[in-house]
């Protein structure tokens, strides 16, 4: 029978409480550093490495004085020499730059450790960062500093009462201006400050407020130093605690004196404005007689019969909902025409919201007219509402109608059939309630031959059309145009203008005005910034140098002349490929409007849908 075998020695393992130990210094929230007998560190843990802004290999076996990044002071060594020599544990408190150069606050407790042998070996510093605490009590001691600060400078006196609606504090400042103690004026006798006359309501008021816990607003005189009183307004406002209690009142006083003097002046005035109602009321109907007189119409200026024309239209269409389609040249005042409609009309107190197309980029158009929701497209951060809605049931009117992309027709063909829409990434339909004006200076019946409008919604839009004359076909409203500018600009530049010269009158009639009213009026103000007389001129070389004015109807032309302009017009239709209009087309390349190269083009007998380029 074999002995029995030996057992294995297994080696002794740390005790829990050892482990347990090393656990507890790395992870412990307060900075412990040990120190030999010679003051060398021989510990720190990471919480000291964290504040300190050092590692344990930059400072251990190294005395306060080696290690220059981590300056302390004279006192913290001098308490580590006092429980080395006396073996009394020591408290210290300092502040000191960390190696990364913040300010740090700290509190250490310095204790001595001994062996077994009752031999000191080793000094053991347990501290806290105070750093925070230190920074929010400064903090808390400056915002006081300010508080006071500014309680004492805002022009306005405040105060506090108790529950009971007693005075308990008063800003220093009313004490200034009423020239009494604390002692005089805190508690109920406050009421004597005020004037005799308001002292019942204020109380009244106070009281209310009081019984209720509601916030109080009165206006009140308040009595000065030198006896005077100035109008103020009391406002105030509970403090409660968490059951719902009043705890305390706070209050303001501000000083409302020259309001109040004001208040006075308007009244004074009301009084005066109501006695000259009636005579303002007469001046009124005069001047609308006048009005009538020169057949102005909103800020549509003339008499003649192609305006007349377009009023009587506009006085038709406005009290309806039908949809107003308006064609002319550039600067013939179509927006004008379109705000008549809509100030005429039953929306008139609702938005008048104006749309250029042609000024909005192609991209960009739909979520202009529609809106869009967040995130509908790159850079689409927060919803944005569109001019649809924007109108509400009000008027939108859409300019330069025949510059908007394909997709976009569709859109707005949606709308007028259906009268909903959906903002961009949406897909709720809102109900469209405006009333839709439109406008342009192009022939959509040629866009919608070469392909870039759509024939349907051309029609949904022709529903009423208006055009509007050029200023070359209506010159008896020169005249009445020219006034009227010239009191315009005269006003707004401070200048006398009696009137014009017959040579002015019958040069700027014989001009055929290429830019009609707007260029009209452009030249005007020009001529009134150099006028130095009361009497209005215009240089005629501002006319002989525009070369993009168009020849009258019916003018001969040379017959080089002609061919000229006709190979010149051939060319830049052949470079556009037939378009006449838009940022592309032939008339953009010549510099000249495309209602008059469209007239060119038929003087000329251009066929232009010879230079259709195919699909």
Wanted: aromatic content about 8%; proline content about 5%.
């Amino acid at each position: 029978m074999m002995a029995d075998a030996e057992p294995e020695k297994v080696e002794e393992a740390p005790s829990l409480r050892d482990k347990d130990y090393r656990t507890l210094l790395e992870n412990i929230p307060v900075l412990i550093v040990r120190y030999d007998t010679e003051l060398r560190r021989i510990y720190v843990n990471p919480a000291w490495e964290k504040v300190m802004g050092l590692s344990s290999a930059d400072v251990i076996n190294k005395r306060t004085d080696e290690i220059p990044e981590l300056p302390v002071t004279a006192k913290y060594v001098e308490k580590l020499r006092q429980v080395l020599k006396t073996g009394t544990p020591e408290r210290i408190e300092f502040n000191r730059a960390s190696a990364r150069g913040k300010t740090i606050f700290v509190e250490f407790v310095i204790v001595p450790e001994y062996d077994r042998h009752g031999e000191m070996i080793s000094l053991l510093a347990v501290g806290l960062d105070q750093t925070e605490h230190r920074q929010a009590e400064e903090q808390l001691r400056k915002s006081e500093r300010n508080l006071r600060t500014t309680l004492e400078t805002i022009p306005a006196y405040v105060f506090s009462a108790l529950p009971d609606g007693s005075m308990d504090f008063i800003s220093q400042s009313l004490f200034d201006y009423t020239g009494l103690s604390p002692k005089e004026a805190l508690g109920w006798d406050w009421t004597i400050l005020v004037h005799p006359e308001d002292r019942d309501r204020a109380v009244e008021k106070w009281r209310e407020s009081l019984a209720t816990g509601e916030p109080r607003e009165n206006e009140h005189r308040l009595r000065q130093a030198n006896g005077e009183y100035r109008w103020f307004l009391a406002r105030n406002s509970a403090l409660r605690d968490e059951k719902g209690h009043i705890v305390r009142w706070y209050g303001v006083l501000v000083d409302i004196e020259n309001q109040k003097c004001t208040e006075a002046r308007l009244l004074q005035a009301l009084d005066e404005i109501k006695k000259l109602q009636e005579q303002l009321s007469k001046e009124n109907i005069v001047l609308r007689e006048e009005v009538d007189r020169t057949s102005m119409f909103e800020e549509i200026v003339g008499a003649s019969p192609a305006l007349k024309a377009v009023l009587a239209r506009i006085d038709k269409v406005a009290p309806t909902d039908s949809i107003v389609f308006i064609s002319g040249e550039t600067g013939t005042g179509k927006e004008l025409v379109a705000r008549a409609i809509h100030k005429r009309s039953p929306r008139a107190a609702l938005a008048f919201v104006s749309v250029n197309c042609a000024a909005i980029p192609a991209p960009l158009i739909a979520s202009e007219l529609f809106g869009h929701e967040k995130g509908a497209f790159t850079g689409a951060h927060q919803r944005r509402l569109g001019r649809f809605e924007l109108a509400g049931g009000g008027t939108i009117f859409l300019d330069e109608i025949g510059e908007l992309p394909m997709e976009t027709q569709i859109a707005l063909l949606r709308v007028l059939q259906d009268q909903q829409f959906e903002r961009l990434g949406g897909n709720q339909p809102i109900r469209a309630n405006a009333r839709v004006i439109t406008a342009t200076n192009r022939d959509l019946k040629s866009a919608i031959e070469a392909g870039s409008f759509r024939r349907d919604l051309f029609y949904r839009l022709n529903v009423f059309p208006i055009e509007i004359p050029p200023l070359r076909e209506r010159k008896e409203d020169i005249p009445i145009l020219v006034e009227y500018f010239i009191h315009r600009y005269a006003s707004k530049l401070g200048k006398k203008i009696r009137g014009a010269s017959r040579k002015t009158l019958e040069l700027l009639q014989s001009y055929s005005w290429p830019g009609n009213i707007r260029e009209l009026q452009n030249v005007i103000e020009r001529s009134i910034i150099v006028c130095d007389t009361e009497i209005f001129s215009v240089d005629e070389n501002w006319f002989l140098k525009d070369s993009s004015q168009p020849q009258p109807v019916g003018q001969p032309l040379s017959d080089m002349l002609v061919s000229q302009t006709k190979e010149m017009i051939e060319a830049a239709l052949a470079e556009s490929g037939g378009r006449v209009s838009g940022p592309s087309g032939a008339a953009a390349k010549l510099g000249m409007p495309a209602s008059t190269l469209e007239s060119k083009i038929k003087s000329l007998k251009i066929n232009k849908y010879l230079f259709k380029k195919s699909i």
